[in-house]
């Protein structure tokens, strides 16, 4: 949908049913849309879409590689793709909807695609308050993964014109629901056994979760990537990865690219943004093979393959 700004009325500048219908149906097909929330407009796509989540990719720019937020309707769906003890239950009955991201354990069945979790076993939820967002998910009955709506590296949009001015060329169908409320990312936290631990500082201050849950903020150092905001970490299989592979041993299990086939292909069209979507589902993969060792075939180093260059070489560096 790259290009499409049929979405706002001069005359009205807001959003409409006549809207919202369109987005529903765009999400459903597997498209993008930037929705206002209360923290910052968002790129939404369908969670489960993994073609949908390479296209966010795409639009922004290049993959983030950290966890994107799925945001949901109400805690009853939040519980079929996270896993909510007491605490976690207490916490979004208090503050959803609303901008306070919960990171819990994913359920044995839970059916996002693997990009948006980036390969972990905790994914990060947040049911928002804002209506266009609401009613979008009500609408479309999908989970809707959504990191910022801007090309990466640039500022927040916090209004429909940031997020046109930021994508340009690149932009989906925006939805203007005006300046957002909070213009500051959610508060992400990580619920643990013995409490929780700050992720991302922001609109619900530390202070009012230490005082509403009687817990204190579990300060660890070195925190490993489970949200967006964290520095960024590299992500190692269990076995030793060899890199720029265009054949491999029989030994290794071969994740091919483009001409180079491979057992699994990341995208056998050279789309980095495929290849980026696929990425953590294929190394999972391979880690579980018969095979005692993983070859990745080469991949271009410009645009994306910049980032996948960085995370594989990390991955290599580690095995």
Known sequence: MSGSNDHIDASQGRYGMASIGDAVQRLQQGDIVAVPTETVYGLAADSTNAAAVAQIYRTKGRPDFNPLIVHV??????????????????????????????????????????????????????????????????????????????????????????????LADNAPMILDGGPCQDGLESTIIAIRADGFQLLRPGPIALEALEAFTGLKNREIQHLKIEAPGQLASHYAPSKPLRLNARSAAPDEYHIGFGPVAGQANLSATSDLAEAASNLFAFLHRADSSEQSAIAIAPLPHDGIGRAINDRLARAAAAS
């Open 73 to 166: 309707p109400d805690l009853a769906a939040a519980r079929r793709l996270g896993q909510f003890d007491p605490l976690a239950e207490k916490l979004a009955r208090e503050y959803w909807p609303g901008a306070l991201t919960l990171v819990v354990p994913k359920t044995d069945d839970c059916p996002v695609a693997p990009a948006v979790t980036a390969g972990l076993d905790t994914i990060a939820l947040r049911c928002p308050a804002h209506p266009v967002m609401r009613e979008l998910l009500n609408q479309s009955g999908l989970n809707l993964a959504a990191p910022s709506a801007n090309a990466s590296g640039g500022i927040s949009p916090t209004t429909a014109a940031h997020v046109q001015r930021s």
